[in-house]
Structure formats: C-alpha cells, structure tokens
C-alpha cells in the first residue's frame, strides 16, 4: 500500500472515531434528558394523585353548599309568599 493511501485510511478512521465520539455524546445527552423527562412525569404524577382526592372533596363541599342555599332560599321565597299570601285571603275572607 502506498503512504497516501495508508494517510487517507488513517484520516477516514479518525473522522469515524470523531463521528461515533460525537453520536455517543448526543446520545448521553438524549439519555439525560429522557431521565430528567421521566422524573418530571413521576413528579406530575404523584402531584396528579394528591389532586385528586382534594378536587373531589371539593365538589362536593361545593355541591352541598348549593344544595344548602337553594333549600334556604326556598324556604324564604315560600315565607314571603306567605306573609302576603295569609293577610290577602284573611282579608277577603274578612277575618282581619
């Protein structure tokens, strides 16, 4: 083999090297960020999971709540209603 030949083997071989050097160090890098990835996703998902049961708890103090106001607003539309209503009929009945 002639020595340019062996120079241009050698040459290929180093920037092969250099190639699989640099795809090596992207590949770590891709790693790190698939481990950073995932413990950002465990972190969401234990947070999901403390959510949960708050949001749930939640609804239904809301629900209750509602449920709580429109008993008692009912009760004061049906004493108004009775205040005014009661007096009309005595009068017409000509009790009052």
């Known amino acids: ?13 180093e920037e092969t ?22 413990a950002q996703s465990d972190s969401l998902l234990e947070s999901s999971a403390r959510f949960k049961p708050v949001a749930v708890n939640l609804h239904k ?8 106001m429109t008993i008692i607003l009912t009760v004061v539309i049906i004493l108004i209603l ?8 005595l009068k017409f009945q000509g009790k009052l």
Not at 61 to 68: A, D, F, L, P, V
Not at 82 to 89: K, L, N, S, Y
């Open 82 to 89: 009775a205040a005014i209503i009661v007096p009309t009929i």
């Open 1 to 13: 083999m002639s020595s340019e030949k062996i120079e241009s083997v050698k040459k290929q071989v």
């Open 61 to 68: 103090k809301s629900r209750w709540k509602n449920i709580k």
């Open 17 to 38: 090297t250099k190639e699989i050097h640099n795809t090596l160090h992207l590949l770590a890098e891709k790693d790190k960020k698939l481990d950073e990835l995932k």
